[in-house]
């Protein structure tokens, strides 16, 4: 099993990605994990730059993967919750598990119907590296909780 996390952008503050570099490291004591940072889009028109960003993020994507989008309109989970659903992933037939995070101009259509879940951290603002971490460590709570760890407490 894996699971993959895909953004666009890199993480530029480096005190958010030594944070997600942490959260990453513990998380691979559970499973094998990726980052994988995808390039920006550019140009002058938004709706361009999310057609970009969406066609790479959909390539990113392998198929027969469980697509969490981060999305401030999904879902919101407590930590208990969502480790109830990492468990009953982790037990499914899939092999790949992404989290997906898109652009500052946010996804399209498109990606948002690709999600099989959509998972809202907050009803705050966060800034999209701070998301970041939010979602590292979150998913590292996760799978303290599921194997029963005291990180969690």
Known sequence: MRLRLIWVGKTKNEHARALVEDYVGRLSRFCRTEVTELR??????DRA????EARRIAGALTPGSLAVLLDIEGQQLSSHELAARLEGWLGGARKEIAFVVGGHLGVTEEIKSRADVRWSLSRLTLTHEMARVVAAEQLYRAFTIVRGLPYQK
Not at 40 to 45: K, M, Q, V
Not at 49 to 52: A, G, K, L, Q, S
């Open 40 to 45: 920006e889009g550019s140009g002058a028109d």
């Open 49 to 52: 730059v999310r057609e970009e």
